[in-house]
């Protein structure tokens, strides 16, 4: 059986270890990710992190973020990394599916796999998993894990708290929601306690936009904005020729959802937008509204009950039909 004693035993000798995270890492995927990996260098360990795919320009300050190998990019060092690793950190994530073409190599690798997660029914591809749906992100995890699981509070140094810091403050939306407990907000004290500057990783996250995603944001708003006031819902419906007009890179639609969110009346709010494969849909709520129940029934996806996510083969057009036909389904919880 593989515990944590065996796990803790391993750690106490230099291993190769890969740490990796969902495909389209955000905020909380590359904090907990570099945040792991900046503590685990301290101990002599042959870390590196793997990305599925290219993430938003806003994290490339992060510490560390130099080594990170980004899988698409690099498949023949990232594939021989996987296949050498005596570990694997399997963060904010739980299911391989959710790594793409990565989940194979990780699936078949002899390594001991360790999830580090606190997204809902997590799939049983793990040997340790240090698992809380409760938590507010997989950074308050990766904390608790290195402080109260393997006792290393003093290995929380300046690079590993301002990763943790940047992975809490984006997955709770700057401590705003119900899950940001006072727990967290203690985990947070001692980040900066340890060098971590909350006001500068708040501006190099949320005050870098380009010319370009303002003038994308205010076409959302403008243009693409429709108002369900008998639901209480907000849609976004955004096209492929929208995202090729405003030369949208990687990150530039992240957060547009929240503020068809932020209107006062308003429950749920749904991104929904055309990519070249699919159409892909961020679904954000109020309260107990289950927004992570209406993209694992009816789109494939899932996640939290107030963020989750999902896809759909269908068209943009067949998509937003279908989740406003959806919506009468949920009325009594939307106007309640």
């Known amino acids: ?85 005596k570990l694997i950190f399997c963060l904010d994530f739980n299911a391989l599916s ?3 073409d990565m989940g194979e190599l990780v699936g078949g690798s002899s390594a001991y796999k360790i999830m580090i997660d606190h997204h809902l029914e997590p799939a049983d591809f793990d040997d340790y998993r240090h698992w809380d749906i409760n938590a507010c992100a997989t950074a308050q995890l990766v904390y ?33 929601l119900p899950n940001t407990t006072s727990t967290v907000h203690r985990i947070v004290a001692d980040l900066i306690d340890a060098g971590a500057v909350n006001w500068r990783i708040h501006e ?12 994308f944001l205010g076409h959302c708003l403008a243009n693409c904005l429709e108002v369900l006031p008998e639901f209480n819902t907000a849609i976004i419906a955004v096209s492929k020729q929208d995202l090729e007009r405003f030369d949208v890179e990687t990150g530039d639609t992240e957060g547009v959802v929240n503020y068809a969110l932020s209107m006062a ?13 699919r159409v892909k849909l961020s679904l954000r709520s109020k309260g107990e509204f289950p927004a992570n129940e209406i993209c694992k029934k009816y ?33 009594k919880l939307l106007i309640q």
Request: net charge negative.
């Open 144 to 176: 608790d894990f290195i402080v109260n699981e393997l006792h290393h509070k003093e290995l929380v140094n300046k690079d590993v708290a301002t990763c943790l810091y940047t992975g809490i403050m984006t997955d709770s939306a700057s401590f705003r």
């Open 299 to 331: 789109f494939n996806g899932g996640g939290h009950r107030n963020a989750a996510g999902g896809h759909s083969e269908n068209s943009l057009e067949q998509v937003v039909q279908q989740f406003k036909q959806i919506l009468p389904e949920y009325k």
């Open 204 to 215: 190099l996250v949320y005050n870098s936009a380009s010319e370009n995603r303002l003038r």
């Open 98 to 100: 959710r790594i793409n």
């Open 1 to 85: 059986m593989f515990d944590l004693a065996s796990l803790t035993d391993l750690l106490t000798q230099p291993q190769k270890i890969v740490i990796t995270t969902h495909h389209k890492p955000d905020g909380d995927a590359m904090g907990s990710s570099l945040g792991l990996y900046n503590y685990l260098i301290q101990q002599g360990h042959h870390a590196r992190v793997i990305a599925p795919t290219d993430y938003p320009d806003f994290l490339s300050w992060l510490p560390g973020n130099e080594d990170v190998i980004i899988y698409t990019e690099h498949r023949e060092e990232a594939a021989a990394l996987i296949a050498d690793a």
């Open 265 to 277: 009346n308003v429950r749920l709010a749904a991104f929904i937008v055309e990519r070249s494969d």
